[in-house]
């Protein structure tokens, strides 16, 4: 009797212990559900307006000692808030940032000893939700090792999917559209040869920002928010099920993470609308990241700039000044092919080009010695990042530029050597500050070492944020090659202005290209974690290689329209000079184009169709517009509702000729004026893989 007492009082502890019913949380159409399934198990749910997002789905964390987060667990309480505040970045795409949330707190126990705590912390928005994992201190949890998430993300149905490959190493595949249940990326991955290093080796992963598109109309986009101290996210695809499952990056142990409680996660990320362009508006990610650490960020401008890359990108020129690493004169120097690209002489040329046309930067890289066995070796000690080569004078091009008015951008490729960028890192940016550089792009092409680390790894994602507070330390803007994805960080190191972190447009100069529908996908992707380094503006379209079969599958208009749909407060003038002199009506708009923005607005889009983006220029009352659609053409008309009432404008519009084509015909444009005032219609007619790019300025 006294034992089925003890049971019974036992038994309600438990029950006690359960939701009687569901947790919620609501904000505007978007709603959250979280409860207990009949094992114990957390799971959550989210809707639109009443229409299921996410079905029930696991939440939980499995760990290499000792019992997890992943099986049944007690409820021991929960509270909400609400939260709405206003804050103004840096710089960015908007002038100031609503954040606007409701948060539920969620707080859990392990049912038997060790009895750990798990807190998951909600915030949902009116365009989504975000949540992470939460440990906090408690005496039996201090240093841990995570070996996977149970993270799901149940799906309703078999949705139109925008996918890259879930590779350990890189972003720079092209997008995939198709079906979920068709998610397989072995053949892409083999066939992608162009990419220095692949490690995918679950062929139905892919990677995030991950767009979706329901068979009824909804847009869903799956990412994650304030990556630090934590490997990347990607998502496992159940073809039979549609449920997507956290996958992370392994170290070179096989393990995912080490934390030491009090510590969390990354915040997973779902946008959700039923308009494309509430998906590119949102600002979720970047409310879920933290305030700015940076106290004075007053030295921290957004620019254009051009440099020596596209020469060497195309064949005209190289990066090494040798053609191999023995090949050395008697005294050991160095014997020079004669067709090295960073010289003093070539860099004037670029300084006078960006002096005369009002373009702050120049981009220099190949300056430094190293470059000739700097890939394919795994080799730890390959560039100092202060030693340049012999026909580089630094000191003549520091005093050459400044004469000019014109800033020196540095370059420092690690060949994914972290350890030697680590060692070097002080001295890399002591030099940049004696030089007067600004700002320096990073690159990390090829294997990472420490050797069995990944790109997207827990060990690479704490190297880059140690990278930018070293350059915020010495005052320096980060633009980083080859690094993960972005998660909205450049709220919290404003330094951090940019990332490539995908396929660029350098992939038109040595492989297949990008295809006309890549750039009306990458906004729904990639770009939604951050600023993309995307290196727009080529003029020259075809025949700009030895190969004669390389050609870049855009018109020349659409080239101009890059600038303001792919947005980054970096933006490169990527082709030759002696090409804009050849089309000096078509470099006004490069020009003229801002970088830095009070206002966004988002007229029209269809990922894999057409994107149309307005831009309000940071403190005046310009704008400039950015429309581009797939190898379809399509005729449009945009309602100028945005524009000031009262106030006349000239709109320059640079279009696509009535004979343009990506394929046959890519350079014909026509530039056209008109003035135009607060809601007049603009007709537009788009080239098949083509563009428009539009300034409206103020007629005083």
């Known amino acids: 009797m006294r034992i089925c007492l003890l049971l019974l009082l036992l038994a309600a502890r438990v029950a006690s212990a359960q939701p009687a019913s569901p947790l919620t949380a609501q904000q505007g159409n978007v709603k959250l559900t979280v409860a207990l399934d009949a094992e114990g198990r957390p799971t959550y749910a989210v809707s639109y307006r009443q229409q299921s997002v996410i079905k029930p789905s696991r939440l939980g964390m499995k760990?290499?000692?000792?019992?997890?987060?992943?099986?049944?667990?007690?409820?021991?309480?929960?509270?909400?808030?609400?939260?709405?505040?206003?804050?103004?970045?840096?710089?960015?795409?908007?002038?100031?940032?609503?954040?606007?949330?409701?948060?539920?707190?969620?707080?859990?126990?392990?049912?038997?000893?060790?009895?750990?705590?798990?807190?998951?912390?909600?915030?949902?928005?009116?365009?989504?939700?975000?949540?992470?994992?939460?440990?906090?201190?408690?005496?039996?949890?201090?240093?841990?090792?995570?070996?996977?998430?149970?993270?799901?993300?149940?799906?309703?149905?078999?949705?139109?999917?925008?996918?890259?490959?879930?590779?350990?190493?890189?972003?720079?595949?092209?997008?995939?559209?198709?079906?979920?249940?068709?998610?397989?990326?072995?053949?892409?991955?083999?066939?992608?040869?162009a990419i220095a290093v692949r490690e995918a080796p679950d062929a139905q992963a892919v990677q995030t920002p991950l767009m979706l598109k329901s068979a009824e109309g909804l847009y869903i986009n799956l990412h994650e928010a304030a990556l630090l101290n934590y490997p990347a996210m990607q998502l496992h695809v159940d073809p039979q099920t549609y449920q997507l499952t956290a996958r992370l990056v392994p170290d070179a142990t096989g393990s995912k993470a080490y934390l030491h409680a009090p510590d969390h996660t990354p915040w997973r990320t779902i946008i959700v609308s039923d308009k494309a362009t509430d998906i590119l508006a949102s600002k979720l990610i970047l409310n879920l990241n933290e305030p700015s650490k940076l106290t004075d960020t007053g030295w921290i401008k957004p620019m254009k700039f051009v440099g020596v890359w596209w020469e060497m990108q195309t064949g005209k020129s190289t990066w090494n000044y040798a053609n191999r690493a023995d090949t050395l004169t008697e005294a050991g120097?160095?014997?020079?092919?004669?067709?090295?690209?960073?010289?003093?002489?070539?860099?004037?040329?670029?300084?006078?080009?960006?002096?005369?046309?009002?373009?702050?930067?120049?981009?220099?890289?190949?300056?430094?010695?190293?470059?000739?066995?700097?890939?394919?070796?795994?080799?730890?000690?390959?560039?100092?990042?202060?030693?340049?080569?012999?026909?580089?004078?630094?000191?003549?091009?520091?005093?050459?530029?400044?004469?000019?008015?014109?800033?020196?951008?540095?370059?420092?490729?690690?060949?994914?050597?972290?350890?030697?960028?680590?060692?070097?890192?002080?001295?890399?940016?002591?030099?940049?500050?004696?030089?007067?550089?600004?700002?320096?792009?990073?690159?990390?092409?090829?294997?990472?070492?420490?050797?069995?680390?990944?790109?997207?790894?827990?060990?690479?994602?704490?190297?880059?944020?140690?990278?930018?507070?070293?350059?915020?330390?010495?005052?320096?803007?980060?633009?980083?090659?080859?690094?993960?994805?972005?998660?909205?960080?450049?709220?919290?190191?404003?330094?951090?202005?940019?990332?490539?972190?995908?396929?660029?447009?350098?992939?038109?100069?040595?492989?297949?290209?990008?295809?006309?529908?890549?750039?009306t996908i990458l906004p729904f992707t990639r770009l939604m974690g951050g600023p993309m380094d995307y290196t727009p503006g080529i003029f020259k379209l075809r025949n700009y290689s030895a190969d004669a079969t390389r050609r870049v599958q855009t018109t020349l208009a659409k080239q101009l329209a890059l600038y303001v749909t792919l947005y980054s407060p970096l933006q490169m003038a990527a082709d030759l000079p002696e090409n804009y002199e050849k089309e000096p009506a078509a470099f006004q708009f490069i020009k003229d184009v801002p970088v830095d923005w009070d206002d966004t607005r988002v007229l029209e889009a269809e990922p894999g169709e057409y994107v149309t983006i307005a831009r309000q220029e940071k403190g005046k009352s310009n704008w400039f517009i950015g429309a581009i659609t797939n190898k379809k053409g399509r005729a449009t008309t945009l309602k100028l509702d945005f524009l000031e009432k009262g106030r006349k404008y000239m709109a320059t519009v640079y279009a696509d000729a009535a004979s343009a084509d990506w394929q046959s015909n890519p350079e014909a444009y026509q530039v056209t004026k008109t003035m135009v005032r607060a809601g007049a219609k603009l007709p537009l007619r788009l080239a098949p893989g083509g563009g428009a790019a539009i300034s409206i300025i103020v007629i005083p």
């Open 63 to 193: 760990l290499a000692e000792g019992p997890g987060f992943d099986g049944p667990l007690t409820l021991l309480g929960s509270e909400t808030k609400d939260v709405d505040d206003t804050w103004q970045p840096v710089w960015g795409e908007v002038k100031s940032i609503r954040n606007h949330y409701q948060q539920l707190t969620v707080h859990l126990r392990q049912p038997q000893a060790p009895g750990r705590r798990l807190d998951v912390v909600f915030r949902v928005f009116a365009d989504g939700v975000g949540f992470r994992y939460e440990f906090p201190q408690q005496p039996n949890l201090k240093y841990f090792v995570v070996t996977d998430e149970v993270t799901e993300f149940g799906l309703t149905g078999n949705h139109k999917a925008f996918w890259i490959p879930g590779d350990y190493d890189t972003n720079e595949y092209p997008y995939t559209t198709s079906k979920l249940s068709e998610v397989n990326n072995a053949a892409l991955v083999q066939a992608s040869t």
């Open 333 to 519: 120097q160095l014997i020079p092919h004669g067709r090295h690209g960073a010289t003093t002489a070539n860099v004037k040329r670029y300084i006078d080009f960006a002096a005369k046309n009002g373009i702050p930067g120049v981009l220099v890289e190949g300056w430094n010695v190293g470059w000739e066995d700097w890939f394919g070796n795994w080799k730890e000690d390959v560039f100092d990042f202060v030693t340049p080569y012999p026909d580089f004078n630094v000191q003549e091009l520091q005093q050459y530029a400044a004469g000019k008015g014109v800033q020196m951008i540095m370059h420092n490729e690690t060949s994914g050597s972290a350890t030697d960028y680590e060692r070097r890192l002080e001295t890399a940016y002591t030099f940049m500050n004696q030089h007067g550089y600004p700002a320096v792009k990073t690159g990390y092409v090829g294997r990472i070492i420490p050797r069995g680390e990944h790109h997207d790894g827990q060990w690479m994602v704490n190297h880059y944020t140690r990278v930018a507070e070293t350059a915020a330390r010495h005052r320096v803007m980060v633009d980083m090659h080859e690094p993960v994805r972005p998660t909205g960080l450049h709220r919290t190191y404003p330094n951090w202005l940019a990332s490539e972190a995908g396929r660029g447009n350098e992939y038109n100069a040595f492989s297949d290209g990008n295809r006309p529908d890549h750039e």
